[in-house]
């Protein structure tokens, strides 16, 4: 037997592994913070309250870091946690079904994220910190036994949808002032979006959601039946939205916003083609511009 190595081999694997902390962003998963924390900026814009002083923009900062790596990054370890034996199916290399990440690293990082989530909702107010705790009852919700509602796509899809853009948009407001009906309002019809978007993600795991028993909108529909129910819900919450705003008599962002569903359409009709194979790039491209049109939305309530 060649210890030596052997020795070597374990050394250098060893050497190849993640920091403790790495191993812990890689769980809160980046790539999943961007929603939220743009929905805390839109919901900040729709206040009407943002000026460009230091305190407005700490504030900002913090509500952001809250609302993505610290929350967000929070839900996704929650999910990784009790994915762990679908994962194991799907894709057994992640850091807890192949043993890199430990339970107690796990729940220590959980901890951590909702002691600081708590703490900055504190600081940027009363009814922040409410929703804060709404949040985090939901996270645990979608995941978590015995309700664990992302065991059923539309169950769980509306739960992550509420979470990452409606409750975000709400933070967003609350803390910088108190909120309207017309922003509550369009934080809902963007959720009501999201909650087809939240499926553009289950496209990559049908088959192992599929032997696990998770009742994905892919699994439940088929693809080609999950990529009308998508675009359809997309479409629908922003002509909502767009009727909201010409009913209010803004009919400027109304005209604004037709035309950010209109650069949609070449995306959607791609994606309902070959939705296996164009997931990806109407994720990446059609979710993009979704999102600007929040923004574009949350402007136009500055006015109202």
């Given at each position: 037997m060649d210890i030596t190595g052997m020795t070597s081999r374990n050394e250098a694997t060893r050497a190849e592994r993640p920091s403790m902390l790495a191993r812990s962003?890689?769980?809160?998963?980046?790539?999943?913070?961007?929603?939220?924390?743009?929905?805390?900026?839109?919901?900040?814009?729709?206040?009407?309250a943002i000026f460009w002083s230091v305190p407005n923009l700490l504030n900002m900062f913090l509500g952001m870091v809250m609302a993505g790596p610290i929350l967000c990054g929070m839900s996704q370890v929650i999910n990784?946690?009790?994915?762990?034996?679908?994962?194991?199916?799907?894709?057994?290399d992640r850091l807890i079904p192949s043993g890199q990440v430990s339970e107690q690293q796990v729940w220590?990082?959980?901890?951590?994220?909702?002691?600081?989530?708590?703490?900055?909702?504190?600081?940027?107010?009363?009814?922040?910190?409410?929703?804060?705790?709404?949040?985090?009852?939901?996270a645990v919700a979608y995941s978590a036994p015995p309700f664990r509602a992302k065991q059923n796509g539309w169950f769980g899809n509306?739960?992550?949808?509420?979470?990452?853009?409606?409750?975000?948009?709400?933070?967003?407001?609350?803390?910088?002032?108190?909120?309207?009906?017309?922003?509550?309002?369009i934080a809902a019809l963007y959720s009501l979006g999201t909650h087809?978007?939240?499926?553009?993600?289950?496209?990559?795991?049908?088959?192992?959601?599929?032997?696990?028993?998770?009742?994905?909108?892919p699994v439940q529909h088929g693809p080609k039946g999950a990529a009308w129910l998508i675009v359809w819900t997309m479409v629908i919450s922003q002509i909502l939205v767009i009727t909201a705003f010409a009913i209010w008599g803004n009919v400027f962002i109304a005209v604004v916003l037709l035309g950010v569903l209109v650069a949609q359409?070449?995306?959607?009709?791609?994606?309902?083609?070959?939705?296996?194979?164009?997931?990806?790039?109407?994720?990446?491209?059609?979710?993009?511009?979704?999102?600007?049109g929040m923004l574009i939305a949350a402007i136009g309530l500055r006015g109202l």
């Open positions: 962003i890689i769980l809160m998963k980046p790539v999943t913070w961007f929603p939220p924390t743009w929905a805390f900026l839109c919901g900040a814009v729709a206040s009407g990784d946690w009790y994915d762990r034996d679908v994962d194991a199916l799907n894709e057994p220590t990082t959980i901890v951590v994220l909702v002691a600081i989530g708590l703490g900055i909702g504190i600081y940027l107010g009363r009814w922040v910190s409410v929703v804060v705790i709404i949040g985090l009852l939901l509306a739960l992550a949808a509420i979470s990452y853009e409606g409750l975000a948009w709400i933070a967003g407001h609350l803390a910088f002032a108190a909120l309207t009906p017309q922003s509550l309002l087809g978007i939240m499926s553009i993600n289950d496209y990559k795991s049908i088959d192992g959601d599929i032997k696990a028993g998770v009742r994905t909108i359409v070449p995306l959607q009709y791609r994606f309902l083609k070959d939705p296996m194979g164009f997931y990806l790039i109407f994720s990446a491209f059609g979710v993009l511009i979704f999102v600007i």
